[in-house]
């Protein structure tokens, strides 16, 4: 029998096939009535639970005990950030039963959750447009006000066949013929006339509820494949309350004012070309700046750490990446290769490291020169799916400030520490002061993991030990994180506007070293060939999207030792303009980027095209300055702050340049249940 563990202590048995909802009954976290939609003061309403926790993972009231053994159980109620998921998930099925009522011919495809929402693509007999959404909002609002149960039902798979069919949903019956064909029994939700292929979970009604918004409609395929049906993805959010949808909605009003690819357009950052390809970033001059400056600075810090600068070539054979492991098994995320002959084809680069081992075998290696720490900002090319992509975050090339550390066994604790304290220099240096760590293992269920159990027992351990040892924020385990060839530790950033996203990286490996890989060996105190550990890192991750969350970050406005033109000078009238050259001069000797307005404009004018442009500083100089020696200095945070000698203003400059100061440090915005960015989680099958 089934036994089942409460957070109280409480322990109670249960009989075979007990559903979640029957143990909420029985314990009376239902407030006094069952869990299935309908009746009920308010107060019993929120009493109740709208799902649960079931060994760890989150499930519906309709879920079924094991039929043995010892389980732990948790209710969520309304309000729970552990229940938005299942709260939108049925969001979007309450989305798809409005369109349906609204809509002739409609054909569903999947609707799953996503970061703070959820989507249902799906195709109608016309096209559905932004004037359409406020009428499906309202239909949804009727339905979720009549409250009526989701039910579950599972039947054998020819069965949910023939309900496919006679539902009139082609997509849905090809789905289970292809992509579900190993499953022999299938679950349906029906609520109403509304009847859907679904896995689940949901909540027990549409009563919880609490807010719901239609966001937006998108493009997008069937299964993601470009050469199949054009679909449409209708977006939406879904909060408990008013006001979290409220603060929610205000957070992405906000976001959009800060979305880099607007931004990257008004400050003449980045540009992308039709002609040149999707996903394939143009760096303008000043983009280009905000670039070579943050390598400068990742350069210097690479020499003080002890890394030697390596380049290696844009493309590579077929057969280093077979190796590796790259090729073929993450073929569908990599270009076609370049077939020269029948027996020679190339790959553009996918990864740095299978070219950096080739480095480091090119002659044998001692005991003596390990750690070697190589180093290189390498461009590589990877592809995603056209839907996938957006401005600089989701791109087809990118450079990685990548590293690869070869290190004796007994080195890699103190490297992987090593590691850690590069990345989070670079996190202090550019205010991203909210974060925590994440401990990506294997999941010893999955085989797409390289190496024996052992090996990787041992490199989890390691890199865990360190990660406590130096107090960093997380540092839970989380198994199916790690990559093909080994564990990693990545830092998860929180930005300005609440959201998270992942960034540096620090990645443990036993296994491309390994005799089965690339046999890389160095001859230790006893004359004998040992095998070294390899450890990538990369404490930016990709330039690209670095820089896009940088500059949604700092909302375009970066700080002085960042940003592209960081001194404008001023002249207040032509006359001033000898003098105002004899100011940039100066300044540009400190090592200052300075620009100069010569335009024919008053002093306002120019003041206001500089500030909308985000200068840092602003310095005006007037015949009086000129005789003085003398400039007026105007700061974007402090204001206007008088006149100073202009000795004073270069070096005032000159320090909080060197000193690489960040003033103003970015706080996130407190969002109700704020999601991880990219993250999907849907119950469609």
């Excluded at 939700?189 to 859907?196: A, C, H, K, L």
């Excluded at 679904?198 to 009563?207: A, K, N, Q, T, V």
């Excluded at 003080?304 to 073929?331: E, F, M």
Aim: charged content about 25%; proline content about 6%.
């Amino acid at each position: 029998m089934p036994t089942v563990h409460f957070p109280n202590g409480v322990v109670h048995e249960y009989l075979p096939g007990a559903r979640v909802a029957d143990i909420a009954a029985d314990t009376g976290a239902t407030g006094g009535s069952q869990a299935s939609g309908g009746g009920g003061s308010e107060k019993s309403k929120r009493s109740r639970p709208i799902a649960a926790v079931l060994d760890g993972q989150t499930v519906g009231l309709d879920a079924v005990l094991p039929t043995d053994g010892d389980s732990a159980i948790e209710w969520l109620h309304a309000g729970d950030s552990k229940a938005l998921s299942v709260m939108r998930h049925s969001a979007a099925h309450v989305m798809a039963r409005a369109v349906m009522r609204l809509f002739d011919d409609v054909e569903l495809a999947f609707g799953p959750t996503v970061g703070a929402g959820f989507y249902y693509d799906m195709r109608a007999s016309r096209p559905i447009t932004d004037e359409d959404l406020p009428a499906i909002e309202a239909e949804m609002k009727k339905i979720i006000a009549d409250d009526e149960a989701f039910e579950r039902v599972e039947v054998p798979r020819d069965k949910a066949v023939e309900i496919v069919r006679d539902l009139k949903q082609p997509l849905k019956v090809e789905h289970i013929q292809t992509g579900l064909a190993d499953h022999q029994t299938l679950s349906f939700y029906r609520q109403g006339e509304f009847v859907d292929l679904c896995r689940g979970p949901h909540l027990p009604s549409p009563g919880s509820i609490g807010a719901v918004k239609l966001t937006s409609i998108a493009g997008a395929y069937w299964k993601g494949d470009a050469s199949r049906e054009q679909l449409q993805r209708l977006y939406g959010t879904a909060w408990f309350t008013q006001a979290d949808l409220d603060a929610h909605l205000l957070a992405m009003e906000e976001a959009r004012k800060r979305d880099h690819r607007v931004l990257g357009k008004q400050l003449d950052l980045f540009t992308t070309s039709p002609l040149v390809g999707q996903g394939l970033v143009l760096w303008m001059p000043k983009g280009a700046v905000v670039r070579g400056v943050l390598e400068s600075f990742v350069r210097e810090e690479l020499t003080k750490r002890g890394y030697q600068p390596v380049y290696t070539p844009h493309i590579g054979k077929v057969d280093l990446y077979k190796i590796s492991g790259h090729y073929p098994y993450y073929a569908d995320s990599q270009f076609k290769p370049i077939v020269m002959s029948e027996d020679e084809q190339y790959l553009l680069k996918p990864m740095n490291c299978p070219h950096h081992t080739m480095i480091y075998k090119a002659r044998p290696r001692s005991y003596k020169e390990l750690p070697l720490r190589l180093a290189e900002f390498g461009t590589v090319y990877r592809y995603e799916q056209s839907g996938e992509l957006g401005g600089m975050t989701r791109v087809r090339g990118f450079t990685q400030d990548d590293a690869h550390i070869f290190c004796m066994p007994e080195q890699v604790e103190e490297e992987v520490a090593g590691c850690i304290d590069f990345t989070l220099k670079v996190l202090e240096s550019l205010a991203f002061d909210h974060f925590r760590v994440r401990l990506g293992f294997r999941d010893p269920t999955s085989d797409k993991y390289v190496g024996p159990p052992a090996r990787w027992d041992e490199a989890e351990a390691a890199i865990q030990r360190v990660a406590r040892r130096m107090n960093l924020p997380g540092c839970e385990p989380e198994p199916g994180e790690a990559a093909f060839y080994g564990p990693k530790i990545d830092f998860v950033v929180n930005d300005s506007l609440g959201r998270e996203w992942q960034l540096g990286t620090v990645q443990l490996d036993y296994n491309l070293p390994s005799a089965e890989r690339f046999d890389l060996e160095y001859i230790g105190t006893d004359n004998g060939r040992h095998q070294p550990v390899m450890i990538h890192r990369a404490p930016l991750g990709s330039m690209e999207r670095f820089i896009g969350v940088l500059i949604e970050h700092f909302a375009g406005a970066f700080p002085l030792w960042l940003a592209p033109e960081q001194v404008r000078v001023l002249p207040v009238s032509e006359k001033s303009e000898g003098y105002a050259r004899l100011v940039q001069s100066r300044l540009e000797a400190a090592g200052l980027r300075v620009g100069l307005d010569l335009a024919a404009e008053k002093l306002g004018a120019k003041v206001r095209t500089a500030q909308l442009e985000l200068i840092p500083c602003m310095v005006v100089c007037g015949p009086r300055d000129e005789a003085a020696g003398t400039v007026s200095l105007r700061d974007r945070l402090d204001g206007d702050l008088g006149a100073m000698s202009l000795d004073a203003v270069v070096e005032r400059l000159k320090d909080e340049n060197a000193r690489r100061a960040v003033r103003h440090r970015p706080k996130p915005l407190v969002l109700p249940g704020a999601p991880v960015v990219g993250t999907e989680s849907g119950s469609e099958y």
